[in-house]
């Protein structure tokens, strides 16, 4: 990580939180499963100086990564929060210290890391892009698009996002759903920048399938196979033209140091809540850079919250790629933040007010929230 002035320590009061229901513009479908209603965990830290807000990214069964909803809420309730209460007064680089003994929860970590940081550069009058060290005001803005009933109608859903005015579009693949349905897309739209993201649907058995993707120039296609397959990406890609990216499968700078070792990925998805927090994430960013491997920002269907994070986190100088950061209405129609993200000539601002430079819309936050609880000193 470069050398940056650390931000300020904080008191810690106490954190609440809360689990969301968030109802998503139309149903996500991936090679794991399908949402319809985004649940999520929204952090709050209490300090003496003023409340900092953090986002757990999990989900609410454990299919995209080990971790979800429940899991994360009895972990942080029982062990990481009385923990950072336990510290008292700390700076945010000192999180993931006082968190290392718990072992994995990586997402967890990564969003009381964020309600900290959020709180302590709040009390500096500090933007959180300014601390993480970015270099635009602005980031292009790709879209994720799910897996749709048949080619057609992924045709006109990719359709709508490119007349809203996305830079890049990404399909979801799966076995069955793979060939016919990039072509269909490179067919109806041309040079459009394109990739695939396989979620680990397949194996190195599919080489030829995957091989058959080669013909559409892919930027890349994201995750082919399962999280712990380092050896096999690195197989799959000397059998590739597409290059490939990997994203479940980075969830440290010790996993990305690993697989760029073993020549597994030339492209690297950094998901902050996937990797412990965005200090970490910035670390990999650094690794990549110095390395001159492209990375960009993926999402996890954040709220205002994560989003304005992410936004901070793309306009580092290392994120030559367009990544996920979408407008807040490509999946809800109501945020929880007062001036959710928008997409203006295919791109997001990076918000510049102090610490995450958004604020809450309470009576949001009450509609969603489902579940509810404080823990205190």
């Not at 996500?28 to 965990?41: D, L, N, P």
């Not at 998901?271 to 200090?279: E, F, I, M, S």
Request: aromatic share 6%; net charge negative.
């Amino acid at each position: 990580m470069p050398t940056r002035e650390p931000a300020a320590s904080v008191t810690l009061d106490g954190f609440e939180l809360r689990v969301l229901h968030i109802p998503l513009v139309s149903p996500f479908t991936t090679s794991f499963g399908t949402e319809a209603v985004r649940e999520v965990i929204v952090v709050r830290a209490h300090t003496p100086d003023g409340d900092g807000w953090g986002e757990i990214v999990t989900q609410s069964a454990p299919l995209y990564s080990s971790e979800y909803t429940q899991g994360a809420w009895d972990v942080a309730r029982r062990y990481l929060i009385p923990a950072l209460l336990d510290a008292h007064t700390l700076a945010p680089e000192q999180v993931a210290g006082v968190l290392a003994p718990f072992v994995g929860h990586r997402m967890t970590k990564a969003g009381l890391e964020l309600a900290v940081l959020d709180a302590a550069l709040r009390s500096q009058g500090r933007p959180l892009g300014g601390y993480l060290g970015a270099v635009r005001d602005r980031v292009p803005s790709g879209v994720s698009v799910g897996i749709q009933a048949d080619p057609s109608a992924l045709v006109d859903a990719v359709g709508g996002y490119l007349d809203e005015g996305y830079v890049r579009i990404k399909i979801k693949i799966k076995p069955g759903r793979d060939v016919a349905d990039t072509a269909a897309v490179r067919e109806a739209f041309g040079t459009i920048p394109l990739q695939v993201d396989a979620n680990s649907a397949y194996t190195l058995a599919d080489a030829d399938t995957l091989a058959e993707l080669d013909r559409f120039d892919l930027l890349l296609i994201e995750q082919p196979l399962q999280e712990d397959d380092l050896v096999d990406h690195a197989a799959l890609a000397g059998m590739l033209c597409t290059p490939v990216c990997l994203d479940e499968s980075i969830t440290s700078l010790k996993a990305a140091t690993d697989a760029l070792a073993l020549g597994a990925t030339s492209v690297i998805n950094i998901k902050a809540g996937r990797v412990g927090g965005y200090l970490e994430a910035v670390r990999i960013h650094d690794l990549c850079r110095d390395a001159g491997i492209p990375v960009w920002c993926g999402g996890m269907l954040e709220t205002g919250i994560g989003r304005a994070a992410n936004a901070a986190l793309a306009a580092l100088p290392g994120f030559t790629l367009p990544g996920d950061v979408s407008a807040s209405d490509r999946f809800y129609h109501r945020d929880i933040v007062t001036e959710p993200a928008v997409l203006e000539d295919g791109h997001v601002r990076v918000p510049t007010g102090p610490g995450l430079g958004v604020e809450i819309d309470p009576l949001a936050l009450e509609e969603f929230t489902v579940a509810r609880e404080t823990v205190r000193r």
